[in-house]
């Protein structure tokens, strides 16, 4: 409401939205521009008032769904974790440990058809903008973390103990390893070349 008026104010995202597209109205909507844009134009000049102009909201909305243009890339990655945390949480005790690192990193990374193009697309801004790729270490050690507290719980130990944090390292390459071939290889299998690194892990 306009202060002191009671009229309704304009949104300003009627004042601002790319002709012939309506304004956003969710994160996932929002999502799917900046990763359009940024494959179009490239991550780093693609600036955050362009993707609020496009998208038909304010510069304030979009830090509302996003706190930064990384965020926007790495898309729902927090939420995925705990999915991760909640996969080895339920496996068995009795499946050997690195066979469960193996069974969990293929779990996280399995997707239908279309999750599975996004994150192609996601995978390809990530690794090739500077930007993107030194944020990311952020990210690549919250998933290493799970991958070390699991192990941990099993061998009685602490998460920053060599063997833990050695396979949560470990488990990582073995995955940006089959990333970098998948993106290198329209035709290739994710999966199949997931197992194919991580069968290089050997039991501690």
């Avoid at 996004?118 to 050690?141: D, F």
């Avoid at 699991?150 to 061998?155: E, I, M, P, V």
């Avoid at 920053?160 to 290739?188: F, I, M, N």
């Amino acid at each position: 409401m306009a202060k002191g008026t009671g009229a309704t104010a304009p949104a300003p995202s009627a004042l601002t939205a790319a002709p012939g597209r309506p304004a956003v109205t969710s994160r996932g909507e929002l999502e799917r521009i900046c990763l359009e844009m940024f494959s179009a134009q490239g991550f780093d000049v693609t600036s955050v008032d362009e993707i609020a102009a496009a998208a038909g909201i304010g510069r304030r909305t979009f830090f509302r769904y996003f706190k930064s243009k990384n965020d926007a890339v790495w898309g729902e990655f927090d939420t995925q974790l705990e999915a991760f945390a909640r996969w080895f949480a339920a496996c068995p005790p009795e499946v050997p440990l690195v066979e469960a690192i193996r069974g969990g990193v293929l779990a996280f990374n399995s997707f239908d058809a279309h999750a599975a193009e996004s994150l192609r697309n996601r995978m390809r801004l990530i690794l090739g903008s500077p930007a993107l790729q030194a944020y990311s270490t952020l990210r690549y050690a919250a998933w290493r973390e799970v991958v070390a507290r699991f192990a941990a719980a099993r061998l009685g130990g602490d998460p920053a103990d060599l063997v833990p944090r050695t396979l949560g390292h470990l488990a990582l390459g073995a995955a940006l390893s089959a990333y970098e071939q998948w993106l290198g290889h329209e035709d290739a299998d994710l999966i199949d070349l997931l197992r194919t690194s991580l069968d290089l892990l050997g039991e501690p």
